[in-house]
């Protein structure tokens, strides 16, 4: 089974700071792996996902993640956080089946 | 293009009733998997829809069960419910063309009191 590990619920950053999101995995098959993020009230948005190929990936709003599958990881990152990047994120894998199974997701809070 | 919808925005039901969620899908999307995410949770896999046809089921008691419509759009339904089922409910979905992305509608608030 496929699964995914978010360490730390709430993660407080400071407004033009770097933003670290990790994310380890674990998948019997070759993963695919995305991050979503989660505004108030909201659905899910997809930020930026790897299937194959190019290991560094970059998605909207400045993200991007690494796939290393040495370390079983896919840590998002964000050079310089903005206000408008509190929210909630979720990293998630599937097999390739589109059942995404999703962490418990971290509480990003920007301090100004 | 439309995006994913869902309906009722928020619900409020008491112990032992039943409830249906109703979603519609994105244009031309024609598989619809529905999540559960409990507060502070992340999405739980409930199961997928696909050209009408249950395609795929997570960890759910028979009481959840769905439908889709031939215009791909669904249903979820929960009967006899508990507590438990207090819950955001989200439905997605994809394209054949990018089956490795789905679109997330804004989901259905339910609380069971």
């Known amino acids: 089974a496929q699964s995914v590990t978010q360490l730390g619920s709430h993660v407080s950053v400071s407004e033009g700071a770097l933003v670290l999101l990790r994310c380890n995995y674990s998948?019997?098959?070759?993963?695919?792996l995305f991050w979503y993020v989660q505004y108030p009230n909201q659905g899910l948005q997809l930020l930026l996902k790897?299937?194959?190929?190019?290991?560094l990936v970059k998605g909207i709003n400045g993200f991007e993640a690494e796939f290393k599958k040495s370390e079983t990881s896919f840590h998002l990152t964000k050079p310089s956080a903005h206000m408008s990047d509190a929210a909630e994120y979720f990293c998630?894998?599937?097999?390739?089946?589109?059942?995404?199974?999703f962490g418990k997701g971290n509480q990003v809070v920007v301090i100004p | 293009e439309t995006g994913v919808t869902q309906s009722p925005t928020h619900l409020i039901k008491t112990r032992g009733q039943q409830v249906t969620l109703r979603c519609s899908s994105q244009?031309?999307?024609?598989?619809v998997s529905w999540y559960q995410q409990a507060l502070g949770q992340g999405p739980q896999f409930i199961f997928q829809?696909?050209?009408?046809?249950?395609?795929g089921r997570g960890n759910f008691p028979p009481r959840f069960s769905g439908l889709q419509f031939p215009n791909y759009s669904s249903e979820l339904n929960v009967n006899a419910l508990e507590l438990d089922d207090s819950a955001l409910y989200l439905c997605?979905?994809?394209?054949?063309?990018?089956?490795?992305?789905?679109?997330f509608g804004p989901g259905t608030r339910l609380t069971v009191l």
């Open positions: 998630a894998v599937t097999p390739g089946n589109n059942r995404l199974a």
């Open positions: 998948s019997s098959v070759p993963p695919y």
């Open positions: 790897y299937t194959t190929g190019a290991t």
């Open positions: 244009s031309g999307h024609n598989t």
């Open positions: 829809y696909y050209r009408e046809e249950e395609n």
């Open positions: 997605a979905s994809h394209t054949p063309e990018s089956t490795d992305t789905q679109y």
